[in-house]
T-cell receptor
Framework: DAGVTQSPTHLIKTRGQQVTLRCSPI?????VSWYQQVLGQGPQFIFQ???????GRGNFPDRFSARQFPNYSSELNVNALLLGDSALYLC?????????????FGPGTRLTVT | GESVGLHLPTLSVQEGDNSIINCAYS??????FIWYKQESGKGPQFIID?????DKRQGQRVTVLLNKTVKHLSLQIAATQPGDSAVYFC???????????FGAGTRLFVKA
């Protein structure tokens, strides 16, 4: 079975630009979460979507937005990029049924803002 | 507030020895804890989890211990192998169940 997939793998953008990152969850998983991982730190929660609705949001500015599609894939959008947005962006999927919290992470998208 | 932290940023062990990675958490209401392994260039990989109604849980070569009195979590890896070299994160699921809060991580080096 295919795991969580993310695209692109690497991306270089300039300050002020906008970026869209994509994630496909494991087949059957209805929940997708997005994390930002700055070099040398643990992942920081950005969003969780379940059944196409936002269930939770971390402490990130409104420049960060996301959506989930009917096939449960998801996009993360970041507007007005700052140098500090340079990070590894991770997507994780899970079943999110009662008692089943295990998340499966994709390989991430490495975003560099210059 | 909620936070999950680790005592040591790096740990170096001899191949075949046992490894112990420690973690402290601050939210006494946290009820679910997870250990992840992250290898270079990859996303975090689930290792083992434990709920707050348990003190110990064992997996294949790994054991997680939870001490709720002092809000401490540990991961024990038996007979550490070179393939265990990675960064290990402890994490907690917040009480709302929507997000996983990660600590900063411990880098494990296994010496041959």
């Amino acid at each position: 079975d295919a795991g969580v997939t993310q695209s692109p793998t690497h991306l270089i953008k300039t300050r002020g630009q906008q970026v869209t990152l994509r994630c496909s969850p494991i087949s059957g998983h209805k929940s997708v979460s997005w994390y930002q991982q700055v070099l040398g730190q643990g992942p920081q929660f950005i969003f969780q979507y379940y059944e196409k609705e936002e269930r939770g949001r971390g402490n990130f500015p409104d420049r960060f937005s996301a959506r989930q599609f009917p096939n449960y894939s998801s996009e993360l959008n970041v507007n007005a990029l700052l140098l500090g947005d340079s990070a590894l962006y991770l997507c994780a999927s899970s079943l999110e049924r009662a008692g089943a919290y295990e998340q499966y992470f994709g390989p991430g998208t490495r975003l560099t803002v210059t | 507030g909620e936070s999950v932290g680790l005592h040591l940023p790096t740990l170096s062990v001899q191949e075949g020895d046992n490894s112990i990675i420690n973690c402290a958490y601050s939210n006494s209401a946290s009820d679910y804890f997870i250990w992840y392994k992250q290898e270079s260039g990859k996303g975090p990989q689930f290792i083992i989890d434990i709920r707050s109604n348990m003190d110990k849980r064992q997996g294949q070569r790994v054991t997680v211990l939870l001490n709720k009195t002092v809000k401490h979590l540990s991961l024990q890896i038996a007979a550490t192998q070179p393939g265990d070299s990675a960064v290990y994160f402890c994490a907690e699921k917040d009480t709302g169940g929507f997000k996983t809060i990660f600590g900063a991580g411990t880098r494990l080096f296994v010496k041959a």
